[in-house]
């Protein structure tokens, strides 16, 4: 049989193309994990520094190869202590990445990996050669149930930038990676009447998430803010250096968590950052619960059921895609009602949204009342005026009514077109209505 070299790129195609997108990411990972460790810990190697992602997998692959042949020399040995080798190589890797702080699922999921590598080319590892621990797995875990009680302990144990953290994670509910990425420039204007709109374009589904910034996490955000600029220089403590122009304040990051270098803080720093705030808020999770930033976009999204927003107002809100059929009922406006109710459920520090929503209505009922009541005077005045003219030409008419009555009594009309018949009448004229006006002479 000819030894012909073998592909590891091979395997990696044959897992790209038929494994799921997670089970990618983590063969991949346990593959790069295991060459990285085995090129340095067999040959001394240090992975070089700045690769391109493809220049990195075209070294990966390369190690991989080698650890093919070497593993088919070995099997190919008469000696039993040759042929176990690689087991043995990997218990070592399993206890180096125990030591470096890998929780036990991680390290068996790169196991994993690396084992159907070695199946893939009929270079299966011996099973039963390699220690319970390294293929043992913890109970899958499930995200803590975080509630605002949680996140309240959590304020009160938190410093000023956990508490900028803190809050923007429970208003946005957004993916620790588009989290970490905001910079200082994408913010809104802050002087804004809360809650202020905030929208951020995410990573995974390209979609814009249509947050807000709460009443509470405005004033916290601003006075973060303020203490970014006051960030000492790391190289002079203070004192002045050329690293920073001699003014001993760190140089302004573009991101809002920067870390200590020119890269915002990593996924592992947020990680890091909410377990210790969880323990020193004293929460406690069970060893089957985890507590991760997920847990903030979860509880959003548990708000918005719970106060009868619905799913889609808050889906939209963190930017998850919703059905466009969906999306078109929600305008903005409905949006930010949605969020005044959420984030009043998931209040923290108690600074609430102003109750002005409430006095702004009371102010419009008022005005729109005067305006009523105005326009009412108005009409009732004109009544009376029509009022006032009915019962003047009502009692003239009962006047002209009365002198005709007694002008028919007194027997007829003088005949008005004789001089004296005309003298008559004016006369009788003059006397009845001088009586009914009770007049002069
Ligand atoms: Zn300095």
Not at 47 to 61: E, H, N, T, V
Not at 158 to 175: P, Q, T
């Amino acid at each position: 049989m000819v030894n012909c070299p073998m592909n590891s790129g091979s395997f990696l195609n044959y897992v790209d193309n038929a494994k799921s997108k997670n089970t990618v990411k983590s063969y991949r990972n346990g593959l790069k994990h295991f060459a990285l460790w085995y090129q340095y810990e067999r040959h001394g190697k240090e992975q070089p520094k700045r690769r391109s992602r493809r220049d990195l997998w075209k070294y990966i692959i390369a190690i991989l190869n080698s650890v093919l042949e070497e593993r088919r020399e070995q099997l190919g040995s008469d000696n039993p202590e040759q042929r176990r080798i690689m087991e043995r190589l990997i218990e070592q890797w399993h206890r180096h990445q125990t030591r470096d702080g890998a929780s036990v699922n991680s390290a068996r999921c790169r196991y994993v990996a690396v084992a159907q590598f070695f199946k893939f080319y009929d270079l299966d590892l011996k099973a039963s050669m390699i220690p319970s621990e390294v293929k043992k797995t913890v109970i899958s875990q499930t995200n803590y149930r975080l509630t605002v009680s949680d996140l309240k302990k959590m304020f009160q144990a938190a410093d000023l930038r956990g508490r900028a953290i803190l809050l923007m994670a429970k208003d946005l509910g957004l993916r620790i990676d588009d989290f970490s990425r905001i910079e200082v420039s994408q913010l809104p204007d802050l002087d804004a009447e809360p809650p202020v709109s905030f929208n951020v374009e995410t990573g995974k589904e390209h979609v814009w998430s249509q947050g807000f910034l709460s009443a509470e996490t405005v004033p916290v955000l601003r006075a973060y803010l303020e203490s970014l600029k006051d960030r000492q220089c790391s190289y002079c403590r203070g004192r002045g250096c050329r690293e920073c122009d001699g003014t001993g304040k760190k140089k302004q990051s573009p991101y809002l968590w920067p870390s200590n270098g020119d890269r915002p803080m990593t996924e592992n720093g947020f990680r890091r950052w909410l377990k210790d705030l969880a323990q020193r808020a004293g929460i406690k999770t069970s060893p089957n619960q985890r507590l991760t930033f997920q847990c903030f976009r979860k509880l959003l999204m548990r708000a918005g059921i719970e106060t009868g927003v619905g799913l889609t107002a808050v889906k939209m809100m963190v930017g998850k895609s919703v059905a466009q059929s969906d999306a078109t009922y929600i305008v903005q406006a409905d949006l930010r009602d949605a969020f005044k109710k959420v984030s009043k459920f998931l209040n923290v520090s108690g600074v609430e949204e102003a109750q002005k929503p409430l006095k702004d209505m009371i102010v419009q009922q008022e005005r729109e009342m005067a305006s009523l009541r105005k326009r009412m005077k108005m009409f009732l005045d004109k009544m009376k005026e029509q009022d006032d003219l009915t019962h003047d030409l009502k009692s003239n008419v009962d006047k002209l009514n009365l002198i005709v009555d007694k002008l028919a009594a007194s027997g007829g009309l003088p005949d008005w077109r004789t001089p004296d018949g005309a003298r008559k009448l004016v006369e009788q004229l003059k006397k009845n209505i001088v009586q009914d006006y009770g007049g002069e002479n």
